[in-house]
């Protein structure tokens, strides 16, 4: 079955900038989701296609993929952007959803 | 307002049966291909099922594969989960999300979602 690896967490001070990546097979040849999940709540989609993003999420927010690893990025990271954040995909060959185990943003 | 509401989650004893609910306002529920999400404490997102808008087509994860049914009501705008033969390996948060992506399969909106605790 197909796999998603992430980091298990990222630190970054305020107004940096935070990376998130998301490993897997070929991934790049997949579209990618982003999901951004806080404390207690649901989770709520932050980056679609790679690179979308849905209305009301901030342009700070920003996806890549290439390869065999798609990126999350958040420019000018605020204290509101702690979190955790999962990768994830549809994986045609097997007709099942993979997510990844998942980021803990941590914002110093 | 785009609206998803989990219930019938609840403590249930291994082996036994559930039937969660997700009821959907503010979007026409009969255009969109709907999905159940998992969660268990402390741990990741894990796919559960989807369902096409019509019902045509349905996919299960390997680990509820022929225990729970995943079936909606479009006349209800309802989406349902029957969990039977449940282990204790099911206690999660179980969400409901609507397709936002189709063909690449994205969430959005999910609901608030609702507890479920396998446990004797």
């Known amino acids: 079955s197909y796999v998603l690896t992430q980091p298990p967490s990222v630190s970054v001070a305020p107004g940096q900038t935070a990376r998130i990546t998301c490993g897997g097979n070929?991934?790049?040849?997949?579209?990618v989701h982003w999901y951004q999940q806080k404390p207690g709540q649901a989770p709520v989609l932050v980056v679609y296609d790679d690179s979308d993003r849905p209305s009301g999420i901030p342009e700070r927010f920003s996806g890549s993929n290439s390869g065999n690893t798609a990126t999350l990025t958040i420019s000018r990271v605020e204290a509101g952007d702690e979190a955790d954040y999962y990768c994830?995909?549809?994986?045609?060959?097997?007709?099942?959803?993979?997510f990844g185990g998942g980021t803990k943003l941590t914002v110093l | 307002e785009v609206q998803l509401v989990e219930s019938g989650g609840g403590l249930v004893q291994p082996g036994g049966s559930l039937r969660l609910s997700c009821a959907a306002s503010?979007?026409?529920?009969?255009?969109?291909?709907m999905n159940w999400v998992r969660q268990a404490p402390g741990k990741g997102l894990e796919w559960v099922s989807y369902i096409s808008s019509s019902s045509s087509t349905i996919y299960y994860a390997d680990s509820v594969k022929g225990r729970f049914t995943i079936s909606r009501d479009n006349a209800k705008n309802s989406l349902y989960l029957q969990m039977n033969s449940l282990r204790a390996e099911d206690t999660a948060v179980y969400y409901c999300?609507?397709?936002?992506?189709?063909?690449?399969?994205?969430?959005?909106?999910w609901g608030q979602g609702t507890l479920v605790t396998v446990s004797s």
């Open positions: 999300a609507r397709d936002k992506c189709s063909s690449t399969s994205c969430y959005g909106p």
């Open positions: 070929n991934v790049g040849s997949k579209s």
């Open positions: 503010g979007f026409t529920f009969s255009s969109y291909s």
């Open positions: 994830q995909v549809w994986d045609s060959s097997s007709d099942h959803v993979v």
